[in-house]
């Protein structure tokens, strides 16, 4: 019973491991890397669905009579194609992110940023603070 779900086993550990990773961790490269392990768990998904027990590639013969359908297959293709561009899109905005910000740390990134928004705070209160002591 359980050997027969065993590419539905597999799919479900990778998703949650994925999910995890996201999850859990600051470090963009991680979740990057989270993401694609998640996303390779759905092209099993797939690629197990679409499987047919003693089918063949759909050449006309009359040796075979089931057929596999390669649709699924040819569209998991694409998809791995895309996922490899937008993980290598998604490691090129973090080295991005890694100069401008000098961390891949997500904590760190929100800390930076939300700093300037605090001293834009602080000099604007000083500006109108200099303002009203030159008019008085």
């Known amino acids: 019973m359980l050997m027969g779900l065993f590419n539905n086993w ?3 550990v990778l998703m949650m491991i994925g999910l995890y ?3 859990a961790h600051g470090n963009l490269i991680k979740k990057i890397v989270g993401l694609a392990i998640f996303q390779t768990s759905v092209f099993i998904f ?3 669905l679409a499987k047919i ?3 063949t590639a759909p050449i006309l013969s009359d040796n075979y009579t089931l057929y596999s359908n390669p649709l699924p297959h040819v569209l998991i293709l694409t998809a ?3 996922g490899i561009a937008t993980t290598a899109l998604g ?3 973090v080295v991005r992110i890694k100069e401008a910000y ?3 740390e ?3 990134i929100q800390r930076q940023d939300n700093l300037p928004q605090d001293n834009q705070v602080q000099d604007s209160q000083l500006l109108t603070k200099n303002e009203t002591e030159n008019k008085a």
């Open 10 to 12: 597999i799919v479900v």
């Open 21 to 23: 990773i996201v999850i």
């Open 46 to 48: 797939y690629i197990s």
């Open 53 to 55: 027990d003693g089918g």
């Open 80 to 82: 791995i194609v895309v």
């Open 91 to 93: 490691l090129a905005l």
């Open 102 to 104: 000098d961390s891949i």
């Open 106 to 108: 997500e904590e760190d």
